[in-house]
């Protein structure tokens, strides 16, 4: 009956025969090779899903978008995150090789410094808007504006290449 759907997002047939996994990871994590169960499998999709349908693995190309509505978005995974994790319990894990260490070592090791960095900044910028002045305008007129899309641009690399590693978790095929 769900065929269509599982074709649609590209879960293989075998997803609940494959028990081990090898991904690597951004933010230094490494690789990481171990057993996956079934809590770690739908807390590696919930959490993949959250990321391919953010600006968090999409390219927010130069003159479009705001970059405060990306830093909002980054932001939110930390919420989605602890989410997932609190309702996925215990058996996603907390160490190295399990999803929730993975994940909660992305949060901290990758997102946490960026957004301490970067949401002060601009912040402060955008304080000083004008009246008249939208804030995409007064954005494009930030000259720390090409420096941040250029490490958001860096950060979105790291982040696809966590989403696949949880697409690889999760059975998702590419």
Request: neutral net charge.
């Amino acid at each position: 009956m769900w065929s269509w759907l599982k074709e649609f997002l590209g879960l293989r047939e075998d997803t609940a025969f494959l028990k081990k996994v090898s991904v690597s990871l951004p933010f230094g994590i490494g690789s990481a090779e171990w057993e996956v169960d079934p809590a770690e499998r739908r807390a590696a999709w919930s959490l993949y899903i959250e990321l391919v349908t953010r600006i968090a693995v999409q390219p927010l190309e130069i003159d479009t978008g705001l970059l405060r509505e990306a830093l909002t978005s980054l932001y939110s995974l930390f919420g989605i995150t602890r989410q997932v994790l609190k309702e996925a319990g215990p058996n996603v894990g907390a160490s190295r090789e399990s999803v929730g260490g993975i994940a909660i070592a992305v949060l901290n090791n990758g997102l946490r410094p960026f957004l301490a960095n970067w949401h002060p900044l601009l912040q402060k910028w955008e304080a000083q808007r004008p009246p008249h002045k939208s804030p995409k305008e007064h954005e494009q007129d930030w000259s720390k504006e090409p420096q941040l899309r250029n490490e958001l641009e860096l950060l979105r690399k790291d982040l696809e290449q966590y989403a696949n590693a949880l697409a690889i978790i999760a059975g998702v095929r590419f």
